[in-house]
């Protein structure tokens, strides 16, 4: 059983930055991929960008490469979304999650398996 955090959401101009954690809980922290999602109203939640147990392979959908960076550090059991030149099409509730999936990094939601409660950015224009 993995607990899934979220922090660092909040109200930036567009152009600013903003930094997201998502702390856990359990022992395994380590063996699960991580994941950020976002869902914007009337949308579908959309994968972020997600990182591998180990953190040496990520994955970015297109429209934050460049701007956005996935991190993680094991010792601490925490992941990290560093956002630089945000845009207002960015706005969202942002989600951390956790998936038991071995060497694969997928965008899919249906293979993550532990969900954070979600953290709202918004991006003033």
């Known amino acids: 059983q993995v607990q899934l955090v979220e922090s660092g959401g909040g109200l930036v101009q567009a152009g600013g930055s903003l930094r997201l954690s998502c702390a856990a809980s359990?022992?395994?922290?380590?063996?699960?991929?991580m994941g950020w999602f976002r869902q914007a109203p009337g949308k579908e939640r959309e994968a972020v960008a997600s990182i591998s147990w180990g953190g040496s392979r990520t994955y970015y959908r297109d429209s934050v490469k460049g701007r956005f960076t996935i991190s993680r550090d094991n010792a601490k059991n925490t992941v990290y979304l560093q956002m630089n030149s945000l845009k207002p099409e960015d706005t969202a509730v942002y989600y951390c999650?956790?998936?038991?999936?071995?060497?694969?990094?997928?965008?899919?939601?249906?293979?993550?398996?532990?969900w954070g409660q979600g953290t709202q950015v918004t991006v003033s224009s």
């Open positions: 359990g022992r395994t922290f380590s063996s699960y991929v």
């Open positions: 999650a956790a998936g038991n999936m071995g060497l694969r990094l997928s965008s899919s939601s249906s293979d993550y398996d532990y």
